[in-house]
């Protein structure tokens, strides 16, 4: 597998678990009736990074739909900012594991991750 080094400086970021890159579309749920489209960018076992077409705040607590095969992820927003192009923002989540469903809903996700692609992202 090729691995990249990315950076914790530049996107404030302090995942400790590795990270994969990760493709899939997904909807993002906040309060009780706000909904965003969101793209995978990369998973790992504790969180994620998403690209979304709207600025959603630090501390603003999701439910990710991320397809059939999953059930729904409780997460929350650590960091958002515009993405690279202008046009779009990028988030990292912090997931919440309050159970063991949640857990294994969370290994599936990493594991399709880790079959889909060879590349591995890991902290520097």
Same mark, same amino acid.
């Given at each position: 597998?090729?691995?990249?080094?990315?950076?914790?400086?530049?996107?404030?970021?302090?995942?400790?678990? $590795?990270?994969? $890159?990760?493709?899939?579309?997904? $909807? @993002?749920?906040? #309060? !009780? $009736? +706000?909904?965003?489209?969101? &793209?995978?960018?990369?998973?790992?076992?504790?969180?994620? @990074?998403?690209?979304?077409?709207?600025? %959603?705040?630090?501390?603003?607590? %999701?439910?990710? +739909? *991320? #397809?059939?095969?999953?059930?729904?992820?409780? *997460?929350?927003?650590?960091? @958002?900012?515009?993405?690279?192009?202008?046009? !779009?923002?990028? &988030?990292?989540?912090?997931?919440?594991?309050?159970?063991v469903e949640v857990a294994a809903a969370v290994t599936a996700?990493?594991? !399709?991750?880790?079959?889909? +692609?060879?590349? *591995? %992202?890991?902290? &520097?």
């Amino acid at each position: 597998k090729r691995i990249m080094e990315a950076t914790a400086v530049q996107t404030g970021e302090q995942r400790k678990a $590795t990270r994969f $890159t990760r493709d899939g579309r997904l $909807t @993002c749920q906040y #309060g !009780s $009736t +706000n909904f965003a489209e969101a &793209a995978w960018q990369d998973v790992s076992a504790d969180g994620g @990074c998403v690209r979304l077409d709207r600025y %959603l705040a630090p501390g603003t607590k %999701l439910m990710l +739909n *991320c #397809g059939s095969f999953l059930p729904e992820l409780k *997460c929350k927003v650590l960091w @958002c900012r515009q993405a690279p192009l202008g046009w !779009s923002f990028e &988030a990292g989540l912090q997931f919440y594991h309050t159970d063991v469903e949640v857990a294994a809903a969370v290994t599936a996700l990493v594991l !399709s991750a880790i079959e889909s +692609n060879e590349e *591995c %992202l890991i902290e &520097a």
